[in-house]
């Protein structure tokens, strides 16, 4: 008497071709077995089947993905989900990399580019209208280390300087005055009103220039929430820290201690002739790198590019040196090894030689106690 029942691919009979078995993978069957014996099991040749009923082309795709997914070992599907998440990571990388060497892959090659940096006012004193010596000292670093190319100013030398100041305090100001100075630019003097600033941006700034703004705290948070670049929601408030990685902020700073950040935005428009407002791109953040004094080293995101090369071509001739070194040090090694190896054998063979004793020791005592208790 036959045996009737469904089955699916994975209990298909594995003692047919897999060919076969493949061509067959997608469709149901009814299965039937015959010449079975006391204990109903058959050959693999005693296996029937027929079609049970038709697939819906739309389901043929599917059936046929998912079991060749099925099919896949465990390992490959591992591998196969680990080359997706790293695909993943390297654009969540690319991104941001993208934009710090001069373009970002969210604008077309037709569109005019600018950059804008936003920092915060140096350090300022209780009373906040102007700013103490620590903060002096800093726009004095900031005027120094924003002369050349670096990471955060990728395309050099600002073109165009802005402070928001508000009427009580002119620290903003102050902040970029010594930079002022030294590229012999004004500063262009605007409220804390953000509309005025992206005016003057659509009114002053070129494609291909840097901009640098310097404002308090609260009005950065307010000028980034209004540009609303892709990654300001990285950013809802003003940090309550940002310390270099040579300083840290004194206690006596009131308030938020983060003065060491910049934000760098990559602003564009696609014609200035139809549109003069700026879009933000993918905001990035970066470090002054400020020492504590104002003859500090550029160090950080504001250390020059070819100082960074030159550092890098130093350290991997320092690599090589070691490299050396270590060859010929090897030349003495496998003697050292040898003899290092050959106390450890000694000490070895010594301590099995006293556990053999100390065996032997104690069966002929046992021995010899036996013997006694026989004599007795």
């Known amino acids: 008497m036959a045996d009737n029942f469904r089955i699916d691919f994975n209990q298909f009979p594995q003692g047919l071709a897999r060919s076969s078995r493949e061509n067959w993978a997608n469709r149901p ?11 109903g099991i058959g050959g693999e040749a005693d296996w029937g089947c027929e079609q049970a009923e038709p697939v819906r082309d739309g389901d043929q795709a599917a059936i046929g993905m998912w079991q060749r997914f099925r099919r896949l070992p465990g390992k490959t599907v591992l591998l196969g989900l680990s080359v997706l998440l790293l695909i993943v990571v390297g654009v969540s990388v690319t991104i941001p990399a993208a934009v710090s060497n001069n373009s970002s892959p969210l604008l077309s090659a037709s569109q005019c580019q600018a950059k804008l940096i936003v920092m915060r006012n140096a350090e300022t004193p209780k009373n906040k209208t102007t700013l103490d010596p620590l903060g002096q000292h800093r726009a004095e670093y900031l005027a120094k280390c924003s002369v050349h190319r670096s990471p955060a100013l990728p395309w050099g030398v600002p073109d165009v300087l802005v402070a928001m100041k508000s009427n009580e305090s002119n620290a903003s100001y102050d902040s970029l005055l010594p930079l002022a100075t030294s590229l012999k630019k004004d500063v262009i003097q605007l409220g804390e009103e953000i509309e005025a600033l992206q005016k003057k941006l659509e009114e002053e700034v070129k494609c291909g220039q840097t901009v640098v703004v310097s404002s308090s705290a609260d009005a ?10 892709p990654n300001n929601f990285l950013y809802p ?9 040579a300083f840290t902020e004194p ?28 879009s933000a791109s993918w905001m990035e953040v970066f470090q002054q790198g400020f020492g504590g004094t104002a003859d500090s080293e550029c160090k950080e995101d504001l250390e020059s590019m070819e100082d960074k090369a030159k550092e890098a071509k130093k350290k991997k001739g320092g690599d090589a040196k070691q490299s050396d070194d270590a060859k010929g040090s090897q030349v003495n090694l496998p003697l050292q090894v ?17 556990v053999e004793e100390t065996k032997e020791e104690k069966k002929l005592a046992g021995a010899s106690a036996e013997e006694e208790e026989e004599e007795e």
């Open 29 to 39: 069957y009814a299965y039937s077995r015959v010449n079975t014996d006391e204990n």
């Open 220 to 229: 950065i948070s307010e000028l980034l929430n209004i540009l609303s670049p």
């Open 237 to 245: 408030e003003w940090p309550a820290a940002c310390d270099a990685a």
């Open 251 to 278: 206690e006596w700073v009131g308030g938020s201690k983060c003065y060491d950040m910049l934000f760098s935005i990559p602003l564009s428009r696609a014609d200035a002739s139809v549109s003069k407002r700026w």
């Open 338 to 354: 040898q003899m290092a190896m050959k106390q450890v054998h000694t000490a070895m063979l010594s301590a099995i030689s006293e």
